[in-house]
């Protein structure tokens, strides 16, 4: 088996990608909490972050920042937890139960994002691989409220499928249109994409599971802990 094969077979042994933090990231959280982003200027919607789980309890989560399978290996949140703007939450509604006509739902890995958290995540990657986080100084997708990182899980066995990368890898097998992996993990990298460009998400260049929604300008750039976000029933 050669190399290349050797840190495949590691990777998926594994079930998420770990880099080396530039910095260590509680010396990073520490700093991150006393900064805010640049103010914004302009016609913006108000923000209505609404719970992903609380709209449908169908979709899943597996938010990986809220616990050591990440790319920096420790948490950043202090909560599981998962909202969207409400049009874009509505609209990941709508693709899941898509999804459902196939045997397939969503499991989403992350969604809003306190900008903060994509200041720690800047600062903690190596320049090489900034492509794979976005730049602080402009704030994220995530940071709106209009970014979802997802997957597909299977109904029947309740098992997240597998795709040509992991989640967070920062490699060219995690992008949209990779021709790699087997024919099985593109079919279902395809139909996930499919469902969500039918209600308004676009694909990320870089990572298959990075989706924005259509309206992400209209929002700015929010920095609300999840602890600060009242409870949502159904």
């Not at 042994?13 to 530039?22: G, Q, Y």
């Not at 900064?35 to 919607?45: H, I, S, V």
């Not at 169908?58 to 809220?66: M, T």
């Not at 024919?183 to 996930?192: D, I, P, S």
Request: hydrophobic share 40%; glycine share 6%; net charge neutral.
């Amino acid at each position: 088996m050669n190399s290349v094969l050797i840190w495949v077979a590691l990777l998926q042994a594994a079930a998420f990608f770990r880099i080396e933090p530039v910095r260590p990231v509680a010396e990073l959280r520490e700093q991150a909490l006393r900064l805010q982003p640049r103010a914004e200027t302009g016609d913006f919607l108000e923000t209505d972050l609404a719970e992903l789980t609380a709209l449908d309890p169908g979709i899943r989560l597996d938010i990986r920042y809220a616990g050591t399978r990440n790319f920096l290996g420790t948490p950043v949140y202090t909560q599981a937890r998962a909202f969207l703007q409400r049009p874009a939450a509505e609209a990941l509604v709508r693709a899941h139960r898509r999804l459902n006509q196939a045997g397939y739902g969503i499991l989403v890995h992350d969604g809003y994002r306190p900008w903060w958290v994509t200041w720690v995540f800047w600062e903690a990657t190596p320049p090489a691989q900034h492509d794979f986080v976005a730049d602080p100084a402009k704030g994220s997708r995530h940071n709106r409220g209009c970014a979802a990182d997802i997957t597909l899980y299977d109904l029947k066995s309740g098992a997240a499928v597998e795709m040509p990368s992991l989640y967070d890898e920062m490699s060219e097998r995690a992008y949209p249109d990779y021709p790699g992996g087997t024919a099985e993990q593109r079919k279902l990298r395809g139909l996930l994409r499919d469902a969500m460009e039918k209600e308004g998400f676009q694909v990320y260049e870089y990572e298959w599971w990075h989706f924005d929604y259509k309206d992400w300008r209209r929002y700015r750039v929010a920095n609300v802990n999840f602890e600060a976000i009242p409870r949502q029933g159904r």
